[in-house]
């Protein structure tokens, strides 16, 4: 097995696989590229954390389309990982509908992408009205489409309703480190869900993607929370095993919460009265 494939889940989770369309895989941290300091220190942060899905700005970089800059398929290997093309950087449908079609011509036919249509530059919040337009042409394509999105339980149901493999509301917005700031709006997506929901933006430290694996989401995305680290390559580490131990407490059914306290000690057998 590959090195960057290596003690991708623990015990607990061998037969916990995660499909998304017609991929399986084993992992259910998803990362991406961009922000740092170099391209091997991305390699070795993506390595770290154990990740299978690796998501990459076309916009933004080079897989290929710029011969004489370096390429990031140098370091992060189509043979060893599932490269996601997103859509950053577009504010309207057209473009994320073309941005996902050279991905496609780039990747040899690769058809599974991460859509995301951003109606704000200064918040980067979805532009819903977009999003499904460019879900819809992309669906139509032939694409496998998972897609950022508010956490607006209608627009979620709407956009898997279309065909879309996977949802990916935010947790909050993209790049702030805020953490999940609407948990039961996440949880009202993930029980009306038929198909994977991964929050995808927000996450700041380990205890947030924790969370939303607790709340039964399927997967997180990531980047900046790693990315921005002091340390990338131990952040990575930290987030695998989050993201470990948030879906075995998710399996295993937290114990019900109770307005008083409920002792520990058996109430029986007491030896002194």
């Known amino acids: 097995m590959p090195e960057e494939n290596k003690n991708i889940t623990p015990d607990l989770c061998l037969n916990d696989s995660l499909t998304i369309g017609s991929r399986t895989f084993e992992s259910r941290l998803l990362v991406g590229t961009g922000k740092y300091k170099d391209l091997q220190q991305t390699k070795q942060a993506i390595v770290a954390s154990a990740a299978q899905i690796v998501t990459v700005a076309i916009r933004r970089t080079n897989i290929g ?3 004489d800059e370096p390429n990031l398929l140098d370091v992060i290997s189509p043979k060893h990982y599932t490269i996601l093309p ?3 950087g577009c504010f309207d449908a057209d473009s994320a509908v073309r ?3 050279l991905a496609r011509e780039l990747l040899d036919g690769h ?3 991460k859509l995301e249509v951003l109606g704000n530059k200064d918040n980067l919040y979805p532009n819903v ?3 499904l337009q460019a879900a819809q042409t992309l669906i139509a394509d032939g694409f496998e489409v998972m897609v950022y999105t508010s956490d607006d339980p ?3 149901k709407e956009l898997e309703d279309m065909g879309c493999v996977a949802i990916m509301p935010l947790g909050s917005l993209i790049g702030s480190g805020l953490g999940l700031l609407n948990r039961h709006t996440l949880s009202l997506i993930i029980e009306n869900a038929n198909v994977p929901v991964l929050v995808d933006a927000g996450v700041g430290t380990a205890s947030d993607a924790a969370i939303a694996m607790e709340l039964g989401c399927d997967g997180v995305l990531m980047n ?3 990315a921005y680290a002091r340390d990338p390559v131990m952040m990575a580490t930290a987030m695998k095993h ?3 131990a948030g879906r075995e407490a998710y399996l295993a059914g937290r114990m019900p919460m109770r307005k008083m306290a409920t002792a520990s000690s058996p109430q029986t057998g007491y030896f002194f009265q």
């Open 65 to 67: 389309q710029n011969a």
């Open 86 to 88: 997103n859509t950053a």
């Open 99 to 101: 941005t996902c079609q």
């Open 111 to 113: 058809n599974l992408v």
């Open 129 to 131: 009205t977009a999003t």
């Open 154 to 156: 209608i627009v979620a």
């Open 224 to 226: 900046s929370a790693i």
């Open 242 to 244: 989050a993201i470990w």
